[in-house]
């Protein structure tokens, strides 16, 4: 299977490189062949700033524990911020 | 038959006469040298795509593969271009073709050449495969699990197809080979679709565990068949 569907998100915060910080404004997700990880599809998400990417790929259920545990962190942890779900 | 051969990365004219890069693997000996057009999966120009190049070589084949995503991110590694590629939308059909085009002038002017130039795609590159089948001038085309195959298309077909599938892939399911097999077959044109029960899709990819042994074997001899009789002339 070979999805090329993709789906994008505007972002805004940082992203590390490995030697330093860089501003992100673009994250694309999709679930496809992964470049590296050892599995048929991954759950591949980059978060782009200019040229320059932080890049996963998780296999299905940890892509959704991940998920959940971000928003779980937010739900609890982060009361002002404006995305906060209703 | 001698197996050298030369490989690397060379410039081409791709589609509107940008400059990409493309890899070549050119046998050393030997005139009369069919060429096969390699077109590259979703994850790029990668290690593994490169390795099929050289493979098509070793047969005494010249083969090239432009590098589709090589526009987005120039001189980047295949990773970062193929996310490249994504992030803005993926390669459109017309800058697909005219990047084959330019692969396919550059193996027809070889002087070895014999003329004959086949392509050959997988996964996303099987797609693509069938739309240069459709529209460009080449003598022979194999789709390997190419999902998203237009079926409409089929009566401007100009060449044999080859078609390698896996029974359990879900793009191209079965159902959509067998959509595609109909519609060539009610404009009566020449294609042969094997698909293997135990495979799904990616099954010739090495490095990925969706590697089938048996069909990537079978998959081979026909590959070899195939352009043998449409390329060689054996």
Known sequence: ?86 | MADGMRAETITIAGHGGDEIEAYLAQPLDGDAQPGVVVLHHMPGYDRASKEIVRTFAVDGYAALMPNLHHRYAPGAKATDAAAAARAAGGVPDEQCLGDAQGAIDVLRARPQANGKVGVIGYCSGGRQTFLVACALDVDAAVDCYGGGVDPTLAPRLRCPLLGLFGADDQRPSPDDVAALAKALDESGKSFDFHTYEGAGHSFFSVDRPSYRLEAAKDGWKQIWAFFGRHLKGA
């Open chain 1, 1 to 86: 299977m070979c999805t090329h569907v993709t789906a994008s998100a505007r972002v805004a915060g940082s992203g590390y490189r490995g030697d330093d910080w860089f501003p992100v404004d673009r994250a694309v997700v999709y679930f496809d062949h992964p470049q590296d990880a050892p599995l048929d599809h991954a759950l591949c998400v980059d978060v782009w700033g200019g040229s320059e990417r932080v890049a996963i790929e998780l296999d299905g259920a940890s892509a959704r524990r991940l998920a959940e545990t971000i928003l779980a962190t937010l739900e609890s942890s982060a009361p002002e911020d404006p995305g906060r779900r209703r």
